[in-house]
């Protein structure tokens, strides 16, 4: 998706609703911003998600696009906690 952005007396510019959108963000997101080779890059910071119990059953909690695997991350995690470091 393209599109053609105005940059106001203050410096800020607006994300089209079509895009803010497709990549599910909302008010107060954190963005990333990279300059490289004269193209400026933005994109969504990694997010937060939790893996919570739900009706007996384990699930991801996010209200945001998933980035990484937190399937893994979890393993890992209880991993580390059952063996303490080996």
Same mark, same amino acid.
């Given at each position: 998706? @393209?599109?053609?952005?105005? &940059? *106001?007396?203050? %410096?800020?510019?607006? &994300?089209?609703?079509? &895009?803010?959108?497709?990549?599910?963000? $909302?008010? $107060?997101?954190? !963005?990333?911003?990279?300059? +490289?080779? %004269?193209?400026?890059?933005?994109?969504?910071?990694?997010?937060?998600?939790?893996?919570?119990?739900?009706?007996?059953? !384990?699930?991801?909690?996010?209200?945001?696009?998933? @980035? $990484? *695997?937190?399937?893994? *991350?979890?393993? +890992?995690?209880?991993?580390?906690?059952?063996?303490?470091?080996?």
């Amino acid at each position: 998706m @393209t599109t053609h952005l105005e &940059i *106001d007396r203050f %410096g800020r510019v607006l &994300i089209p609703k079509a &895009i803010r959108e497709a990549l599910a963000l $909302g008010a $107060g997101e954190q !963005l990333e911003v990279e300059v +490289e080779g %004269g193209t400026l890059h933005l994109r969504p910071a990694a997010r937060a998600v939790q893996v919570v119990e739900h009706h007996g059953r !384990l699930v991801l909690d996010s209200a945001h696009t998933v @980035t $990484g *695997d937190p399937v893994q *991350d979890l393993r +890992e995690e209880r991993m580390n906690e059952v063996l303490g470091g080996w």
